[in-house]
């Protein structure tokens, strides 16, 4: 079921598409922990004999933004306007930051150049097929000095008020260590502005009050103190911590394993989108940078994390800390709808099976029926009222030899999988179902759904399977009917069409 106060959204590709369009001069307040991530490749064919290690002969040496610069670097490829509020030191790496960040004509970096720190730099060794060989790191670790902070607040109290959305995008290194955290989280609430939150640490109490925040399930797991090792596991810590700092939602990355959105009593599991994954890294940067573009665009939560983990299984693919562009993201919504629309066609035995996971997720199913030979207005009105009836809605589909035997050997027009294939693309159908029967009693026996829903053309003592459904407390609801649309209509009109 969907909590009060989070709408379900259409997670369609025109929703899709729409959003991403509205991403260009979206403007964003980024704080957080930046630093340089350094790979190294080269030629490993032989081993030290100093000790038992591969040598490497550098050959090729990049240097990207990292950590919260990461964040600013999606946001950019994205289309966004952004402000970046940091620390560096000053030292090289600090520099080659302030070189970086001038490369992004819609970045304005506010940088706190403190000669107490160490900028971070991460150093990833590759042999040249991509195996990851070694990780060296230099930085520090340690809270912003009260003059750094002082700073650091200055700069986003003076900025807050102009931007769409703000991100907390914290590595540890100190920056959102003391009190800006919070600073900045209340003058985003003071100013109607979403705030999310990527955590760090095992004190997740300065965020308090953020509009999401997106640990990823290790980090959850050392923030609540709880068991991760499954789906209801995850949900109950999701549903602690939100608790515990009144946060809006929590958005658990998984990994390989997709994520999971916890908002209130709304619970949602988005499976990884199928990629090759060829590292990980900053894929949770990617994730943070779509979210908050997408919030800040006004789209609902759950089409927002749906959006977000597309673009994260575009980063998966790619080597070191990649970033996804709004073309990348379309293309990926274009292959999700092919894949998913496969996958809502189902056997019987699978859809009993679906059907449970969706119960135990606290959803209500829903069931209609038809042969949907060509499909026109009417079909599409009962569909969005049935599925605006329930939460997941299964639609049972007439196979051929039952059109045949219901409306004559003239019929389906299409075949039953040609039928099965245009259901399945609908944004309001979660399921098909093909059954051989001349009705679907059998069917809606197997899935005992919440709520059947046939068209106000028929009584209720006319629809089949009203009897047992309403026997265990479930509802019948007659949808109203477009007029003047049907498609035996339809095919007598083509037929006089020709004859004229």
Not at 160 to 176: Q, R, T
Not at 282 to 299: E, K, P, Q, S
């Amino acid at each position: 079921m969907t909590a009060p106060g989070v709408e379900s959204g259409d997670d369609d590709l025109s929703s899709f598409t729409t959003l991403l369009a509205g991403f260009a001069g979206r403007r964003v307040l980024c704080v957080g922990d930046v630093m340089v991530d350094r790979s190294l490749y080269g030629d490993v064919k032989r081993i030290s004999p100093e000790a038992p290690v591969p040598v490497v002969r550098i050959t090729r040496e990049t240097s990207e933004l990292g950590g919260a610069g990461n964040v600013v670097r999606n946001l950019a490829a994205l289309g966004a306007r952004c402000a970046f509020v940091t620390a560096v030191g000053d030292d090289r790496a600090g520099r080659e930051v302030v070189d970086m960040l001038a490369r992004l004509s819609s970045v304005e970096p506010y940088l706190r150049v403190s000669r107490q720190r160490e900028t971070t730099v991460k150093s990833r060794f590759f042999s040249l097929d991509g195996h990851h060989l070694l990780r060296a790191d230099r930085e520090t670790v340690a809270a912003v000095s009260r003059e750094d902070l002082a700073d650091l607040e200055r700069a986003v109290a003076s900025q807050i008020g102009e931007f769409d959305a703000v991100i907390l995008s914290d590595y540890g290194k100190g920056v959102l260590t003391g009190t800006l955290a919070g600073t900045a989280i209340a003058a985003a609430r003071k100013a109607g502005k979403p705030v999310v939150v990527d955590p760090k640490g095992a004190d997740y109490t300065r965020y308090a009050g953020a509009t999401v925040i997106t640990p990823n399930r290790t980090e959850l797991a050392e923030a609540m103190n709880m068991p991760v090792d499954g789906d209801d596991a995850i949900v109950a810590a999701a549903q602690a911590l939100r608790k515990k700092i009144s946060a809006g939602a929590v958005l658990v990355t998984r990994s390989g394993e997709g994520m999971t959105l916890v908002t209130g009593e709304d619970v949602r599991h988005l499976p990884a989108e199928t990629r090759e994954v060829a590292d990980v890294t900053g894929a949770g940067d990617t994730v943070v940078a779509t979210l908050t573009l997408a919030l800040a665009g006004g789209a609902p939560l759950p089409s927002a994390a749906r959006l977000a983990n597309l673009a994260a299984g575009i980063v998966v693919g790619r080597h070191g800390t990649a970033v996804a562009t709004p073309q990348d993201i379309a293309a990926a919504c274009r292959q999700s709808e092919h894949t998913n629309a496969d996958q809502k066609i189902g056997d019987r035995t699978g859809a009993i099976a679906r059907v449970m996971d969706w119960r135990r997720q606290g959803l209500r199913v829903g069931f209609t029926n038809g042969c949907f030979d060509l499909l026109h207005p009417g079909h599409i009105s009962l569909l969005r009222q049935a599925r605006g009836a329930c939460d997941r809605l299964v639609v049972g589909l007439n196979s051929d030899a039952s059109v045949m035997r219901l409306k004559g050997p003239d019929r389906p027009v299409q075949n039953e999988a040609a039928r099965a294939a245009v259901m399945a693309s609908l944004s309001p159908v979660d399921l098909v179902v093909i059954f051989g029967e001349d009705t679907p009693l059998a069917l809606i026996e197997a899935l005992r759904p919440d709520v059947l829903v046939k068209g106000a053309d028929y009584t209720r003592a006319q629809v089949v399977g009203a009897d047992v459904v309403e026997s265990y407390g479930g509802r019948v609801i007659l949808a109203d009917v477009v007029a003047s649309h049907s498609t035996t209509a339809t095919i007598a009109a083509m037929k006089t069409a020709r004859k004229s």
